[in-house]
């Protein structure tokens, strides 16, 4: 079964006990000495805690071991791990946890067997393997400690985005009929008989050639209209979109779990010690 560093799992796992972070607590024995601190945490595949990582202290040495969370007592109150019975003698046969350590079966093995009883003869099928088998090494010893889970209901918003209308921009022709008035000119000729302004004054005929077929030519013209069509820009349309902002305010009725504590005989209840007890 591969096991995961919290964060690694669960990357507000501080959020998830309610800000609480056991990677930032000491190792303690039940006497009260010092004897390391809680570098990181593994968790199963269901986010179950399975080891403590601990940065042992020893004579002014430094070793980092894996501690089954059932020998471990966490107080987030008191910002310490207690652990009964962590002998330096232990801390010795236990093999050295690093980073980059791929934590296997075999492993595994070598760390439970520095905590198992020195009596126990059980063989172990790597195949058939499960924690329960070494119960007291990873159950919670619910004498000292118990998981009690409150939890609360919260408004969680989100935005949809959804298509809600479409505007169309196009064109079509329409047609009329348009006047246009352009004046024109025509010539045309006029013929006059008038007198002539030389009636009385005699001509001598042996000056005067007389000509069959003397013709005048006066060229006539009119303007006729000519009228076409063109097309010009008669205005600009812009089609674009912009965005009008506005808040929408939801109520919904929402949960909470609060503790009920009843105690029956004469005894002392730490209500605040209850109110954040121990998460795991």
């Known amino acids: 079964m591969p096991l995961y560093k919290i964060a690694d799992f669960d990357p507000n796992y501080r959020d998830t006990f309610g800000g609480d972070d056991v990677k930032a607590l000491d190792l303690y024995t039940e006497g009260g000495t010092k004897i390391g601190s809680v570098d990181?945490?593994?968790?199963?595949?269901?986010?179950?805690?399975?080891?403590?990582?601990?940065?042992?202290?020893?004579?002014?040495?430094?070793?980092?071991?894996?501690?089954?969370?059932?020998?471990?007592?966490?107080?987030?109150?008191?910002?310490?791990?207690?652990?009964?019975?962590?002998?330096?003698?232990?801390?010795?046969?236990?093999?050295?946890?690093?980073?980059?350590?791929t934590v296997d079966y075999d492993y595994e093995e070598q760390v439970r067997k520095a905590y198992r009883p020195l009596s126990s003869t059980t063989n172990h099928?790597?195949?058939?393997?499960?924690?329960?088998?070494?119960?007291?090494?990873?159950?919670?010893?619910?004498?000292?400690?118990?998981?009690?889970?409150?939890?609360?209901?919260?408004?969680?918003?989100?935005?949809?985005?959804?298509?809600?209308?479409?505007?169309?921009?196009?064109?079509?022709?329409?047609?009329e009929t348009a006047r246009v008035s352009v004046p024109i000119e025509k010539e045309r000729v006029v013929i006059e008989r008038v007198n002539p302004t030389d009636t009385g004054t005699a001509v001598n005929p042996s000056n005067l050639q007389f000509q069959e077929g003397e013709v005048a030519r006066i060229e006539i013209y009119e303007e006729t209209p000519d009228i076409h069509k063109e097309a010009f820009v008669r205005e600009e349309v812009r089609v674009r979109k912009v965005v009008d902002r506005d808040t929408v305010e939801a109520q919904e009725t929402i949960r909470r779990e609060e503790l009920d504590i009843r105690t029956e005989g004469d005894l002392l209840t730490n209500k605040s010690d209850i109110n954040s007890s121990d998460r795991i």
Request: glycine residues 4%; charged residues 30%; aromatic residues 10%.
């Open 40 to 101: 990181d945490v593994l968790v199963d595949p269901d986010g179950r805690f399975r080891y403590l990582v601990i940065d042992t202290a020893y004579d002014f040495s430094s070793k980092k071991i894996l501690l089954p969370i059932g020998l471990a007592r966490i107080d987030y109150n008191a910002k310490r791990v207690f652990v009964d019975g962590l002998s330096k003698e232990q801390v010795q046969r236990l093999p050295e946890y690093r980073e980059n350590l």
């Open 125 to 175: 099928n790597r195949d058939t393997y499960d924690y329960q088998q070494d119960s007291a090494l990873y159950n919670l010893n619910n004498q000292k400690q118990e998981t009690f889970r409150l939890y609360e209901e919260r408004l969680i918003a989100n935005k949809n985005r959804v298509k809600t209308g479409e505007v169309a921009v196009g064109k079509h022709i329409e047609t």
